[in-house]
């Protein structure tokens, strides 16, 4: 198992060159909110902008777009309620706040069925596929999932320890070929041939809100060119040390995933 530290994540990290613009840093699609989940969604793409993503699109309900408008201008925004094509987008993070219901559940699947790059799934995302394993089959390889230990264990059973998981991650991201990136105080990551163990983070992230800011900065770092296990481990060394660095100025009962985030710059700074 490989430990995720500066020297790790600094072989991966690439170096922002001065002669581009946002083109070459990809296009991210988030498929996130639903009515009283809005947080979720600005979370999520706050964090994916803060990653450098080129240009980031929100996929959220109608009804909701004055509390992107309000909160983050910087982000597009297309309507769930519309058909759209995701072609011209270089990669998807789906999940924080969307609901479970069908219509959410039907966006999954339009997504799967019409989508063959790599993408991040995650939270309600996760919930749906457990409902319906044979939606399994349609994620397309390399995609990353992101579950805590309760939501692993909806996904692939019930488990005593955090060991047990680990090695059911490996087997289950053989099988399906996927990475998976069981959230945890050292979180583990695992396609199932390579294993990493993250160094960094706190238990101020044990709050609402910092899964969601992970899928952003995931997602980002696929949309940027990154191979998606590098995008899933330098997402999650990031989130924990923008975590770190965040208690120079809060307490980890205090901080909110907002500081971590606007931190998300000093922690590349760090790197």
């Not at 009283?36 to 996929?59: D, F, Q, Y």
């Not at 805590?148 to 490996?170: C, L, P, T």
């Amino acid at each position: 198992m490989t430990t995720l530290d500066l020297h790790t994540i600094r072989a991966i990290a690439k170096k922002r060159n001065s002669d581009t613009h946002k083109g070459h840093y990809g296009h991210a699609l988030l498929i996130a909110g639903s009515k009283s989940k809005m947080g979720a969604a600005i979370i999520a793409a706050k964090a994916c902008l803060r990653s450098g993503a080129g240009l980031v699109t929100l996929n959220i309900p109608k009804k909701e777009r004055q509390a992107v408008f309000a909160a983050i201008p910087e982000a597009m925004i297309i309507f769930r309620e519309e058909d759209h094509s995701f072609e011209k987008y270089t990669t998807c993070g789906i999940g924080p706040g969307l609901g479970t219901d069908k219509s959410a559940e039907r966006i999954l699947v339009t997504l799967l069925e019409n989508t063959k790059l790599p993408m991040v799934l995650d939270a309600d995302a996760m919930t749906i596929l457990a409902n319906n394993s044979k939606l399994f089959s349609k994620i397309p390889p390399n995609s990353i999932l992101t579950p805590h230990e309760k939501e692993f264990d909806r996904m692939f059973g019930q488990h005593a320890h955090n060991s047990d998981r680990q090695q059911k991650a490996i087997q289950k991201a053989t099988e399906l070929n996927l990475i998976i990136v069981l959230k945890s105080s050292q979180t583990f990551i695992t396609n199932g041939q390579q294993h990493f163990q993250n160094t960094t983070g706190n238990s101020g992230l044990a709050k609402g809100g910092s899964g969601d800011a992970l899928t952003g900065m995931i997602t980002s770092f696929l949309a940027q060119g990154y191979e998606p296990l590098q995008a899933a481990c330098l997402g999650v060394f990031l989130h924990g040390l923008a975590a770190d660095i965040t208690l120079e100025t809060q307490s980890e009962e205090s901080m909110l995933i907002s500081d971590v985030i606007e931190n998300i710059g000093k922690a590349f700074r760090k790197i």
